[in-house]
Nanobody, 128 residues
């Protein structure tokens, strides 16, 4: 059964750091493109970062480059998003998504339509 579970969200002050996790079932994790998206009310989900679990190749949105880092722990079937230098505009619900058996497309990884499986999300409010 495909399952993605996010955790680690919570309130943080501007300039602070937070690390959120996406735990996947084994058959979801291996050889998949796993991405982080974020969404604020009345807006579409935006791609933040992605990683192809077989090679660890990361991809980032311009808005988070140099501040966020995506990583993985194969022993735990978990992908992380380390968020540093948080800004109030980073406030959002953060979701992880997976496309099984697929590399991350350098051109489409940030498109939510590339992913079939989604977690329930974890809220990250950043106060000024």
């Amino acid at each position: 059964q495909v399952q993605l579970v996010e955790s680690g969200g919570g309130s943080v002050q501007a300039g602070g750091s937070l690390k959120i996790s996406c735990s996947a079932s084994v058959d979801t994790y291996m050889g998949s493109c796993i991405a982080w998206f974020r969404q604020v009310p009345v807006k579409e989900r935006d791609g933040v970062a992605a990683i192809y679990t077989d090679r660890g190749q990361p991809y980032y949105a311009d808005s988070v480059k140099g501040r966020f880092a995506v990583s993985q722990d194969n022993a735990k079937n978990t992908v992380y998003l380390q968020m540093n230098g948080l800004k109030p505009e980073d406030t959002a619900m953060y979701y992880c998504a997976a496309e099984l058996g697929s590399v991350c497309s350098a051109y489409r990884w940030h498109n939510e339509r590339e992913y079939y499986y989604w977690g329930q999300g974890t809220q990250v409010p950043v106060s000024s």
